[in-house]
């Protein structure tokens, strides 16, 4: 069975500090792996993907992630934050065979930044 | 990137009434939607999966009476929640799927229905 785990509930961090948020995976068969950024009262906005090829990627508001198979993780980095990044985030994990499409959430992780 | 809409944003109903969210993708077919529920400062539930023209299949625990889900058209799905009750009030957000290409592999999210029941 597939799973994502989320380590941190929380992330305090100061403005223009650097950050990172863990996500760790477990599923036995290929994954696509995504970021989403969910700001108060609105839907899910899709920070970055991974499907194939680099195992950096790149997304939208200076964030990137890292896919490492070896240690079946994605986190998320952004090397210096902004208040307007208080959010929470989600990392989530698809699978696509013969079962179907399946996602999978972490439970989120709220990034607080502080001036 | 694809568009998900979804109407109302926000609804306040009262207990005993019905409430119809409705969720459309915008420039693309959507062969598969999800409803999700999400309560407060919590990450999202599944609650249901529906094809094109096939009856929803609903994870375990929801109610198929009560969350009564149509997906009619390939652009359109609709949640109605019966006989609400002040303990259905929550976010509810729904997703759409294609079968081609990046919309295959991915699910593109609508904003989000916030249900208040009173």
């Known amino acids: 069975a597939q799973s994502v785990t989320q380590l941190d509930s929380q992330v305090p961090v100061f403005e223009e500090a650097p950050v990172e948020l863990r996500c760790n995976y477990s599923?036995?068969?290929?994954?696509?792996l995504f970021w989403y950024v969910q700001y108060p009262n609105q839907g899910l906005q899709l920070l970055l993907k991974?499907?194939?090829?680099?195992?950096l990627v790149k997304g939208i508001n200076g964030f990137e992630a890292e896919f490492n198979k070896s240690q079946t993780s994605f986190h998320l980095r952004k090397p210096s934050v902004h208040i307007s990044d208080t959010a929470e985030y989600f990392c989530?994990?698809?699978?696509?065979?013969?079962?179907?499409?399946?996602?999978?959430f972490g439970a989120g992780t709220r990034l607080f930044v502080k001036a | 990137g694809a568009v998900v809409s979804q109407h109302p944003s926000r609804v306040i109903c009262k207990s005993g009434t019905s409430v119809k969210i409705e969720c459309r993708s915008l420039?693309?077919?959507?062969?598969?939607m999800f409803w999700y529920r999400q309560f407060p400062k919590k990450s999202l539930m599944l609650m249901a999966t529906?094809?094109?023209?096939?009856?929803?299949?609903?994870e375990q625990g929801v109610e198929k009476d009560k969350f009564l889900i149509n997906h009619a058209s390939l652009t359109l799905s609709t949640l109605t929640v019966t006989s609400a009750h002040p303990e259905d009030s929550s976010f509810y957000i729904c997703?759409?799927?294609?079968?081609?290409?990046?919309?295959?592999?991915?699910?593109?999210f609508g904003p989000g229905t916030r249900l208040t029941v009173t």
């Open positions: 989530a994990v698809v699978t696509v065979n013969t079962g179907g499409f399946k996602t999978i």
């Open positions: 529906s094809n094109e023209g096939s009856k929803a299949t609903y």
């Open positions: 991974y499907l194939s090829g680099s195992t």
């Open positions: 997703s759409a799927r294609g079968d081609s290409g990046s919309y295959r592999r991915e699910q593109y």
């Open positions: 420039d693309f077919q959507a062969t598969t």
């Open positions: 599923s036995s068969v290929s994954v696509y």
